[in-house]
Protein backbone atom coordinates (compact mmCIF):
# COMPACT_ATOMS: atom_id res chain seq x y z
CA UNK A 1 0.00 0.00 0.00
CA UNK A 2 2.73 2.48 1.12
CA UNK A 3 4.28 1.29 -2.18
CA UNK A 4 1.34 2.54 -4.87
CA UNK A 5 1.15 5.51 -2.42
CA UNK A 6 4.49 7.16 -3.40
CA UNK A 7 4.21 5.43 -7.15
CA UNK A 8 0.94 7.75 -7.34
CA UNK A 9 2.93 10.81 -5.67
CA UNK A 10 5.70 10.50 -8.06
CA UNK A 11 3.18 10.40 -11.16
CA UNK A 12 1.55 13.54 -9.93
CA UNK A 13 4.68 15.64 -9.48
CA UNK A 14 5.92 14.51 -12.98
CA UNK A 15 2.57 15.26 -14.31
CA UNK A 16 2.58 18.59 -12.86
CA UNK A 17 6.18 18.94 -13.94
CA UNK A 18 5.31 18.85 -17.42
CA UNK A 19 2.71 21.35 -17.39
CA UNK A 20 4.08 24.03 -15.66
CA UNK A 21 4.02 26.79 -17.99
CA UNK A 22 6.55 29.02 -19.23
CA UNK A 23 7.57 32.09 -17.06
CA UNK A 24 5.67 34.92 -19.32
CA UNK A 25 9.45 36.79 -19.09
CA UNK A 26 10.91 33.47 -20.42
CA UNK A 27 8.26 33.27 -23.55
CA UNK A 28 8.89 36.95 -24.31
CA UNK A 29 12.64 36.31 -24.70
CA UNK A 30 11.71 33.21 -26.85
CA UNK A 31 9.47 35.60 -29.11
CA UNK A 32 11.97 38.28 -29.37
CA UNK A 33 14.94 35.74 -29.76
CA UNK A 34 13.01 34.32 -32.87
CA UNK A 35 11.92 37.70 -34.35
CA UNK A 36 15.74 38.75 -34.80
CA UNK A 37 17.88 36.14 -35.00
CA UNK A 38 17.20 35.10 -38.64
CA UNK A 39 17.84 38.38 -39.74
CA UNK A 40 21.40 38.44 -37.91
CA UNK A 41 24.39 37.65 -40.45
CA UNK A 42 28.23 36.64 -39.26
CA UNK A 43 30.47 38.88 -40.92
CA UNK A 44 34.09 37.51 -42.24
CA UNK A 45 35.65 40.43 -43.85
CA UNK A 46 39.41 40.96 -45.00
CA UNK A 47 40.92 44.34 -43.72
CA UNK A 48 43.65 46.56 -44.54
CA UNK A 49 46.26 47.29 -41.54
CA UNK A 50 48.71 50.03 -42.48
CA UNK A 51 49.35 50.43 -38.45
CA UNK A 52 52.95 48.45 -38.34
CA UNK A 53 54.43 50.22 -41.04
CA UNK A 54 53.64 47.59 -44.13
CA UNK A 55 50.20 47.01 -46.04
CA UNK A 56 48.83 43.17 -44.13
CA UNK A 57 45.49 42.01 -44.71
CA UNK A 58 43.47 40.11 -42.25
CA UNK A 59 40.62 38.43 -41.34
CA UNK A 60 38.31 38.92 -38.83
CA UNK A 61 35.24 38.44 -37.80
CA UNK A 62 32.03 40.48 -36.87
CA UNK A 63 28.28 40.63 -36.34
CA UNK A 64 25.37 42.45 -38.29
CA UNK A 65 21.88 42.42 -39.10
CA UNK A 66 19.09 43.22 -42.29
CA UNK A 67 17.63 45.93 -41.94
CA UNK A 68 16.14 46.54 -45.58
CA UNK A 69 14.43 43.99 -47.83
CA UNK A 70 16.84 44.99 -50.65
CA UNK A 71 19.91 42.66 -48.39
CA UNK A 72 21.09 45.67 -46.85
CA UNK A 73 22.62 45.48 -43.47
CA UNK A 74 24.11 47.30 -40.80
CA UNK A 75 27.26 46.37 -38.92
CA UNK A 76 30.41 48.40 -36.88
CA UNK A 77 33.01 50.80 -39.25
CA UNK A 78 35.54 49.30 -36.99
CA UNK A 79 34.31 46.13 -38.61
CA UNK A 80 33.79 46.44 -42.45
CA UNK A 81 35.18 49.99 -42.86
CA UNK A 82 38.62 48.84 -43.84
CA UNK A 83 37.56 45.66 -45.91
CA UNK A 84 38.76 44.16 -49.00
CA UNK A 85 36.74 41.40 -49.77
CA UNK A 86 33.40 40.69 -47.50
CA UNK A 87 31.71 37.60 -46.78
CA UNK A 88 28.55 36.98 -44.85
CA UNK A 89 26.78 33.82 -43.23
CA UNK A 90 23.06 34.08 -43.32
CA UNK A 91 21.21 32.69 -40.89
CA UNK A 92 20.46 29.37 -43.25
CA UNK A 93 24.26 28.85 -43.50
CA UNK A 94 24.70 29.93 -46.56
CA UNK A 95 27.35 32.16 -47.69
CA UNK A 96 26.84 35.25 -49.65
CA UNK A 97 29.43 37.80 -50.67
CA UNK A 98 28.66 41.42 -49.86
CA UNK A 99 29.54 45.10 -50.90
CA UNK A 100 30.75 47.98 -48.88
CA UNK A 101 28.34 50.67 -49.48
CA UNK A 102 29.07 53.51 -47.15
CA UNK A 103 30.49 54.01 -43.07
CA UNK A 104 30.48 56.71 -40.71
CA UNK A 105 33.81 56.33 -38.39
CA UNK A 106 32.25 59.19 -35.58
CA UNK A 107 29.17 57.10 -35.00
CA UNK A 108 31.28 53.47 -35.85
CA UNK A 109 27.91 52.77 -38.55
CA UNK A 110 28.61 50.95 -42.06
CA UNK A 111 26.33 49.63 -44.08
CA UNK A 112 26.60 46.32 -46.57
CA UNK A 113 24.82 45.16 -49.47
CA UNK A 114 24.65 41.46 -49.48
CA UNK A 115 25.02 39.74 -53.08
CA UNK A 116 21.66 37.69 -53.96
CA UNK A 117 21.89 37.01 -57.71
CA UNK A 118 22.75 33.49 -56.98
CA UNK A 119 21.61 32.92 -53.64
CA UNK A 120 18.19 30.98 -53.26
CA UNK A 121 17.17 31.46 -49.92
CA UNK A 122 14.76 33.91 -48.00
CA UNK A 123 16.25 36.73 -46.20
CA UNK A 124 14.45 37.52 -42.83
CA UNK A 125 14.36 41.77 -41.94
CA UNK A 126 14.75 43.27 -38.05
CA UNK A 127 12.28 45.29 -37.00
CA UNK A 128 14.28 48.57 -35.83
CA UNK A 129 12.38 50.61 -32.48
CA UNK A 130 13.05 53.95 -30.83
CA UNK A 131 16.08 53.78 -28.42
CA UNK A 132 14.38 57.21 -27.38
CA UNK A 133 11.99 54.73 -25.24
CA UNK A 134 14.82 52.59 -23.67
CA UNK A 135 14.61 52.37 -19.80
CA UNK A 136 17.35 51.77 -17.40
CA UNK A 137 16.62 48.10 -15.87
CA UNK A 138 15.03 47.25 -18.97
CA UNK A 139 15.49 43.96 -20.18
CA UNK A 140 17.62 43.54 -23.51
CA UNK A 141 18.92 40.72 -25.74
CA UNK A 142 22.12 40.89 -27.47
CA UNK A 143 23.26 38.95 -30.38
CA UNK A 144 26.12 38.47 -32.21
CA UNK A 145 28.53 35.61 -33.42
CA UNK A 146 31.40 35.75 -31.19
CA UNK A 147 34.64 33.66 -31.72
CA UNK A 148 32.87 31.54 -34.63
CA UNK A 149 29.55 30.78 -37.07
CA UNK A 150 27.23 30.38 -34.14
CA UNK A 151 24.48 32.42 -33.27
CA UNK A 152 24.66 33.99 -29.75
CA UNK A 153 21.95 35.64 -27.29
CA UNK A 154 22.99 36.89 -23.99
CA UNK A 155 20.44 38.70 -21.89
CA UNK A 156 21.11 41.73 -19.28
CA UNK A 157 19.41 44.73 -18.36
CA UNK A 158 19.87 48.33 -19.84
CA UNK A 159 22.46 50.03 -17.16
CA UNK A 160 22.48 53.65 -18.57
CA UNK A 161 21.16 54.99 -21.81
CA UNK A 162 23.61 58.15 -21.85
CA UNK A 163 26.76 57.08 -21.05
CA UNK A 164 29.29 59.17 -23.03
CA UNK A 165 33.28 58.72 -23.84
CA UNK A 166 35.35 61.32 -24.70
CA UNK A 167 36.09 61.83 -28.78
CA UNK A 168 39.66 61.08 -27.74
CA UNK A 169 38.23 57.50 -28.04
CA UNK A 170 39.68 55.74 -31.28
CA UNK A 171 38.47 53.07 -33.21
CA UNK A 172 41.29 50.47 -33.95
CA UNK A 173 41.85 52.06 -37.60
CA UNK A 174 42.49 54.92 -35.91
CA UNK A 175 39.28 57.64 -36.27
CA UNK A 176 37.76 59.18 -33.51
CA UNK A 177 34.02 58.30 -32.57
CA UNK A 178 31.14 59.12 -29.98
CA UNK A 179 31.41 62.81 -31.33
CA UNK A 180 27.31 62.67 -31.76
CA UNK A 181 26.01 60.14 -29.94
CA UNK A 182 26.04 58.98 -26.06
CA UNK A 183 25.74 55.10 -26.34
CA UNK A 184 23.72 52.48 -24.37
CA UNK A 185 25.28 50.55 -21.87
CA UNK A 186 24.62 46.99 -20.95
CA UNK A 187 25.62 43.80 -18.73
CA UNK A 188 24.12 41.69 -21.62
CA UNK A 189 27.82 40.06 -22.46
CA UNK A 190 28.94 41.57 -25.90
CA UNK A 191 32.30 39.48 -26.98
CA UNK A 192 34.83 39.95 -29.76
CA UNK A 193 32.56 38.96 -32.71
CA UNK A 194 29.50 40.72 -31.29
CA UNK A 195 30.60 43.72 -32.60
CA UNK A 196 27.58 45.62 -35.19
CA UNK A 197 25.34 42.57 -34.17
CA UNK A 198 21.76 43.75 -32.63
CA UNK A 199 20.79 45.03 -29.11
CA UNK A 200 17.08 43.51 -29.21
CA UNK A 201 14.25 44.48 -26.61
CA UNK A 202 11.48 41.72 -25.26
CA UNK A 203 9.02 43.36 -27.70
CA UNK A 204 11.64 42.13 -30.79
CA UNK A 205 12.81 45.32 -31.83
CA UNK A 206 16.65 46.22 -32.57
CA UNK A 207 17.44 49.16 -30.26
CA UNK A 208 21.09 49.61 -30.43
CA UNK A 209 23.78 48.27 -32.59
CA UNK A 210 26.66 46.63 -30.04
CA UNK A 211 29.70 48.23 -30.46
CA UNK A 212 32.55 48.12 -27.85
CA UNK A 213 33.22 46.16 -24.67
CA UNK A 214 35.19 46.78 -22.43
CA UNK A 215 37.98 44.50 -19.89
CA UNK A 216 38.21 47.51 -16.77
CA UNK A 217 35.51 45.94 -15.33
CA UNK A 218 32.87 42.83 -15.82
CA UNK A 219 29.20 43.32 -17.74
CA UNK A 220 29.97 46.45 -19.45
CA UNK A 221 28.74 46.20 -23.40
CA UNK A 222 28.40 49.47 -25.03
CA UNK A 223 25.68 49.69 -28.04
CA UNK A 224 24.86 52.82 -30.40
CA UNK A 225 21.27 53.77 -30.00
CA UNK A 226 19.01 52.77 -32.70
CA UNK A 227 17.78 56.23 -33.66
CA UNK A 228 21.35 57.15 -34.05
CA UNK A 229 21.76 54.42 -36.61
CA UNK A 230 18.53 55.45 -38.50
CA UNK A 231 19.70 58.55 -39.09
CA UNK A 232 23.28 56.99 -40.19
CA UNK A 233 21.93 54.23 -42.28
CA UNK A 234 19.29 56.77 -44.43
CA UNK A 235 22.29 58.97 -44.97
CA UNK A 236 24.40 56.60 -46.53
CA UNK A 237 21.79 54.67 -48.77
CA UNK A 238 20.74 58.34 -49.88
CA UNK A 239 24.30 59.59 -51.15
CA UNK A 240 27.00 57.13 -49.94
CA UNK A 241 28.26 59.27 -46.96
CA UNK A 242 26.79 61.26 -43.73
CA UNK A 243 27.35 65.07 -44.20
CA UNK A 244 28.00 67.18 -41.49
CA UNK A 245 28.33 71.19 -40.89
CA UNK A 246 31.36 71.90 -38.78
CA UNK A 247 32.21 75.42 -37.22
CA UNK A 248 35.26 74.81 -35.74
CA UNK A 249 34.35 74.76 -31.75
CA UNK A 250 35.71 72.72 -29.12
CA UNK A 251 33.29 72.73 -26.22
CA UNK A 252 33.58 71.15 -22.52
CA UNK A 253 31.12 70.85 -19.60
CA UNK A 254 30.30 74.10 -17.77
CA UNK A 255 29.42 72.24 -14.21
CA UNK A 256 30.59 74.87 -11.42
CA UNK A 257 31.86 77.35 -13.88
CA UNK A 258 28.32 78.99 -13.95
CA UNK A 259 29.50 81.48 -11.53
CA UNK A 260 33.33 82.22 -12.69
CA UNK A 261 31.20 83.20 -16.48
CA UNK A 262 28.15 84.98 -14.99
CA UNK A 263 26.03 82.05 -16.71
CA UNK A 264 23.18 80.97 -15.26
CA UNK A 265 22.57 77.41 -14.48
CA UNK A 266 22.14 74.93 -17.29
CA UNK A 267 22.26 77.51 -19.37
CA UNK A 268 25.40 77.80 -22.32
CA UNK A 269 28.29 75.62 -24.26
CA UNK A 270 31.08 76.22 -23.10
CA UNK A 271 34.00 77.09 -25.39
CA UNK A 272 37.15 75.44 -24.92
CA UNK A 273 39.05 76.62 -27.93
CA UNK A 274 38.99 77.56 -31.27
CA UNK A 275 40.28 75.24 -34.31
CA UNK A 276 42.78 77.93 -36.86
CA UNK A 277 41.11 78.47 -39.80
CA UNK A 278 37.28 77.62 -39.00
CA UNK A 279 34.14 79.65 -39.60
CA UNK A 280 34.12 80.21 -35.65
CA UNK A 281 37.89 81.64 -36.07
CA UNK A 282 36.98 83.59 -38.76
CA UNK A 283 34.32 85.26 -37.00
CA UNK A 284 36.12 85.95 -33.66
CA UNK A 285 34.55 83.41 -31.56
CA UNK A 286 37.19 82.69 -28.71
CA UNK A 287 37.80 80.50 -26.18
CA UNK A 288 36.17 81.28 -22.85
CA UNK A 289 32.70 82.47 -24.58
CA UNK A 290 29.59 80.83 -23.95
CA UNK A 291 27.26 80.05 -26.71
CA UNK A 292 23.76 81.02 -25.17
CA UNK A 293 21.25 79.99 -28.13
CA UNK A 294 21.82 78.22 -32.27
CA UNK A 295 19.22 80.24 -34.44
CA UNK A 296 17.12 81.53 -31.30
CA UNK A 297 16.62 77.67 -29.42
CA UNK A 298 18.58 77.60 -26.18
CA UNK A 299 20.95 75.37 -25.96
CA UNK A 300 23.03 74.29 -22.78
CA UNK A 301 25.77 71.65 -22.01
CA UNK A 302 26.55 71.78 -18.11
CA UNK A 303 27.50 68.02 -17.81
CA UNK A 304 29.96 65.69 -20.56
CA UNK A 305 26.76 64.34 -21.21
CA UNK A 306 25.19 67.06 -23.15
CA UNK A 307 27.66 67.78 -25.45
CA UNK A 308 27.25 65.31 -28.03
CA UNK A 309 23.35 67.13 -28.87
CA UNK A 310 24.94 70.49 -29.11
CA UNK A 311 28.06 68.71 -31.64
CA UNK A 312 25.04 66.81 -33.24
CA UNK A 313 22.21 70.08 -33.60
CA UNK A 314 25.35 72.18 -35.41
CA UNK A 315 26.50 69.25 -37.72
CA UNK A 316 22.73 68.65 -38.84
CA UNK A 317 22.75 71.81 -40.82
CA UNK A 318 23.58 71.67 -44.27
CA UNK A 319 26.84 72.69 -44.95
CA UNK A 320 26.84 76.22 -46.28
CA UNK A 321 24.15 77.50 -43.55
CA UNK A 322 23.89 80.35 -41.87
CA UNK A 323 23.34 80.17 -38.45
CA UNK A 324 23.28 82.59 -35.83
CA UNK A 325 24.82 82.09 -32.35
CA UNK A 326 23.55 83.85 -29.34
CA UNK A 327 27.01 84.14 -27.29
CA UNK A 328 27.58 85.44 -23.62
CA UNK A 329 30.99 87.11 -23.22
CA UNK A 330 32.58 89.37 -19.99
CA UNK A 331 28.82 89.20 -18.95
CA UNK A 332 27.07 90.74 -21.88
CA UNK A 333 25.15 88.95 -24.58
CA UNK A 334 26.21 89.27 -28.97
CA UNK A 335 25.05 87.64 -31.71
CA UNK A 336 27.57 86.12 -34.02
CA UNK A 337 26.51 85.22 -37.19
CA UNK A 338 29.32 82.53 -39.51
CA UNK A 339 28.22 80.46 -42.21
CA UNK A 340 29.10 76.61 -41.84
CA UNK A 341 31.19 74.23 -43.45
CA UNK A 342 31.39 70.46 -44.62
CA UNK A 343 33.14 68.37 -41.81
CA UNK A 344 35.62 66.75 -44.32
CA UNK A 345 37.03 63.20 -43.99
CA UNK A 346 38.68 62.33 -40.40
CA UNK A 347 41.26 59.81 -41.85
CA UNK A 348 43.27 60.08 -45.28
CA UNK A 349 43.92 57.61 -47.64
CA UNK A 350 46.94 54.85 -47.06
CA UNK A 351 50.21 54.07 -48.74
CA UNK A 352 52.30 51.52 -48.19
CA UNK A 353 56.55 52.73 -48.78
CA UNK A 354 57.20 49.02 -48.64
CA UNK A 355 60.72 49.64 -49.76
CA UNK A 356 61.48 52.46 -47.06
CA UNK A 357 59.67 50.40 -43.98
CA UNK A 358 56.88 53.36 -43.56
CA UNK A 359 53.11 53.56 -44.10
CA UNK A 360 51.91 56.79 -44.86
CA UNK A 361 48.49 58.73 -44.78
CA UNK A 362 46.61 61.94 -46.65
CA UNK A 363 46.18 64.96 -43.90
CA UNK A 364 43.06 66.09 -43.89
CA UNK A 365 41.97 69.14 -42.84
CA UNK A 366 40.74 67.55 -39.37
CA UNK A 367 43.69 65.52 -38.90
CA UNK A 368 45.60 69.07 -39.43
CA UNK A 369 42.84 70.27 -36.70
CA UNK A 370 44.13 66.82 -34.82
CA UNK A 371 47.88 67.70 -35.14
CA UNK A 372 47.75 71.50 -34.79
CA UNK A 373 49.62 71.82 -37.90
CA UNK A 374 49.71 74.56 -39.84
CA UNK A 375 48.81 73.38 -43.78
CA UNK A 376 47.89 69.92 -45.09
CA UNK A 377 51.10 69.72 -46.81
CA UNK A 378 52.79 66.41 -46.58
CA UNK A 379 51.82 63.45 -45.33
CA UNK A 380 51.91 61.88 -42.24
CA UNK A 381 53.75 58.55 -41.07
CA UNK A 382 51.17 55.92 -40.03
CA UNK A 383 53.17 53.46 -39.12
CA UNK A 384 57.02 52.00 -39.17
CA UNK A 385 58.28 48.34 -39.93
CA UNK A 386 60.58 47.39 -37.50
CA UNK A 387 64.42 47.05 -38.07
CA UNK A 388 63.31 48.63 -41.92
CA UNK A 389 65.34 51.26 -43.24
CA UNK A 390 62.17 54.28 -41.69
CA UNK A 391 63.05 52.74 -38.56
CA UNK A 392 66.49 52.66 -38.93
CA UNK A 393 66.30 56.04 -39.92
CA UNK A 394 64.96 57.46 -36.33
CA UNK A 395 61.51 58.19 -38.60
CA UNK A 396 59.02 57.81 -36.14
CA UNK A 397 54.78 57.18 -36.53
CA UNK A 398 53.31 60.29 -36.15
CA UNK A 399 55.74 62.52 -37.97
CA UNK A 400 54.69 64.51 -41.29
CA UNK A 401 57.16 63.83 -43.86
CA UNK A 402 57.05 67.49 -45.63
CA UNK A 403 60.08 66.94 -48.14
CA UNK A 404 62.03 64.14 -50.00
CA UNK A 405 65.80 64.92 -50.94
CA UNK A 406 64.84 68.38 -50.69
CA UNK A 407 62.10 68.74 -52.54
CA UNK A 408 59.04 70.15 -50.95
CA UNK A 409 56.03 67.34 -50.57
CA UNK A 410 52.96 69.31 -51.92
CA UNK A 411 50.41 66.29 -51.00
CA UNK A 412 49.67 62.76 -50.80
CA UNK A 413 49.69 62.38 -54.94
CA UNK A 414 52.98 64.59 -55.21
CA UNK A 415 54.49 62.05 -52.61
CA UNK A 416 53.17 58.88 -53.94
CA UNK A 417 54.54 60.13 -57.37
CA UNK A 418 58.00 60.99 -55.58
CA UNK A 419 58.04 57.78 -53.76
CA UNK A 420 57.15 55.40 -57.38
CA UNK A 421 59.98 57.07 -59.12
CA UNK A 422 62.81 57.31 -56.54
CA UNK A 423 62.18 53.01 -56.20
CA UNK A 424 61.47 52.42 -59.63
CA UNK A 425 65.38 53.97 -60.28
CA UNK A 426 66.26 52.19 -57.01
CA UNK A 427 67.88 55.23 -55.40
CA UNK A 428 69.68 53.61 -52.78
CA UNK A 429 69.68 56.87 -49.95
CA UNK A 430 66.69 59.16 -49.20
CA UNK A 431 66.64 62.23 -47.01
CA UNK A 432 63.47 63.03 -45.37
CA UNK A 433 62.19 66.23 -43.64
CA UNK A 434 59.89 65.52 -40.77
CA UNK A 435 57.56 67.96 -38.36
CA UNK A 436 57.74 65.96 -35.27
CA UNK A 437 55.36 67.84 -32.18
CA UNK A 438 56.22 71.21 -34.41
CA UNK A 439 60.32 70.95 -34.36
CA UNK A 440 62.04 70.00 -37.78
CA UNK A 441 63.93 66.80 -38.23
CA UNK A 442 66.53 65.51 -40.80
CA UNK A 443 66.41 61.66 -41.20
CA UNK A 444 68.68 59.66 -44.15
CA UNK A 445 66.72 56.60 -45.31
CA UNK A 446 69.40 53.91 -46.44
CA UNK A 447 67.10 52.11 -48.44
CA UNK A 448 69.83 49.30 -49.27
CA UNK A 449 70.69 49.09 -45.64
CA UNK A 450 74.65 49.33 -46.73
CA UNK A 451 74.69 52.31 -43.92
CA UNK A 452 72.79 52.84 -40.72
CA UNK A 453 70.63 55.69 -40.91
CA UNK A 454 71.53 59.15 -39.51
CA UNK A 455 69.21 61.23 -37.26
CA UNK A 456 69.82 65.31 -37.05
CA UNK A 457 67.77 67.74 -35.07
Same mark, same amino acid.
Given at each position: ?36 ? @? ?33 ? /? ?15 ? /? ?54 ? @? ?34 ? /? ?92 ? @? ?119 ? @? ?43 ? /? ?15
Amino acid at each position: MVRMTMLLWLLVVVSASAQTPISSLQQEIYDARDRVL @PALVHIQPVIKDYRTGELKKQAVVGSGVIFHPDGY /LVTNFHVAGKAERIICT /LYDKEQVPALYIGGDPPTDIAVLKLQLDDYTGHIAIAALGNSDSVQVGQHVLAMGS @PFSLSRTVSAGVVSTKDRFFSSEYRLPSGERTGHYN /LWIQTDAAINPGNSGGPLVDLSGRVIGINSRATFLANNLGFAIPINIVKEVTASILEGGKVSRSWIGVQCQALQELEDYFGAQRNSGVLIASVD @PGSPAERNYLKAGDIILAVDGDAVSARFVEELPRFYKKIASYAPGSEITLRVLRDENEYEFKLTTEELGDLQGEDFECADWGLTVKAITQQMQIENQLEDTLGVYVMGVKQVGAADIGGIH @PGDIIISVNKMPVQGFADFIRTYNDLSAAATPRVLLAVNRNGAIR /LAVLNVDSSQEGIVHE
